[in-house]
């Protein structure tokens, strides 16, 4: 059985950092991109990264490019999202999940983490 | 970037029905479209994936059809858990990866 499961999420200060971890079971973590999409009462679903099997390649939204950075260690089968000067607008859950690829078996989601910035 | 135009906004049916979403491209997106579904509390879970295959698990019931600019969600005859809220996603143009606003399947 396919798992995500999203931690670290938290309540943090405007200006604040906050480092997610996704922690992936049930199938070769090493051979899929991964992405990081959020979820907010004013943007609904927003894509926010990727991540390739080997990291190679590394995409952001530029709501958060030079903001967050992405990673991954295929030995611990995680992947991580570190998020630096945090703004109200961040706030909401963040999903590890599989979306950049058809086929039977993909299109998995984490369950979420939720990330609030407030003072 | 590609923009995806879902409607309606809300419908409202009765067990039993038929439902029928439509989600629209700013641009083709070839057959590379799925669909989610999501209930409160929850994360969205994959309906349809390339725009006419049945994800793992998911009833008959669902289907879809369309290419290019123009999609469709169809729901045969709803059922009391197809209540909920339903994204569509592109992966034709990307990055960025983008989402529809959703329609909330209500119950009338």
């Known amino acids: 059985e396919v798992q995500l499961i999203e931690s670290g999420g938290g309540l943090v200060q405007p200006g604040g950092s906050l480092r997610l971890s996704c922690a992936a079971a049930?199938?070769?973590?090493?051979?899929?991109?991964m992405n990081w999409v959020r979820q907010t009462p004013g943007k609904g679903l927003e894509w926010i990264s990727y991540?390739?099997?080997?990291?190679?390649?590394?995409y952001y939204a530029d709501s958060v490019k030079g903001r967050f950075t992405s990673s991954r260690d295929n030995a611990k089968n995680s992947l991580y999202l570190q998020m630096n000067s945090l703004r109200d607008e961040d706030t909401g859950v963040y999903y590890c999940a599989d979306i950049a690829a058809g086929g039977i078996g993909r299109g998995y989601w984490g369950q979420g983490t939720l990330v609030a910035v407030s003072s | 970037e590609i923009v995806l135009t879902q409607s309606p906004a809300t419908l409202s049916l009765s067990p039993g029905e038929r439902a029928t979403l439509s989600c629209r491209a700013s641009?083709?997106?070839?057959?590379?479209l799925a669909w989610y579904q999501q209930k409160p509390g929850q994360a969205p879970r994959l309906l349809i994936y390339?725009?006419?295959n049945r994800a793992t698990g998911i009833p008959a019931r669902f289907s879809g059809s369309g290419s290019g600019t123009d999609f469709t969600l169809t729901i045969s005859s709803l059922e009391p858990e197809d209540f909920a809220v339903y994204y569509c996603?592109?992966?034709?143009?990307?990055?960025?990866?983008?989402f529809g606003q959703g329609t909330r399947l209500e119950i009338k």
């Open positions: 991540i390739s099997d080997s990291s190679n390649t590394i």
């Open positions: 996603q592109q992966r034709s143009n990307w990055p960025p990866l983008t």
């Open positions: 049930g199938f070769t973590f090493s051979s899929y991109g």
């Open positions: 390339d725009a006419t």
């Open positions: 641009q083709s997106v070839s057959s590379f």
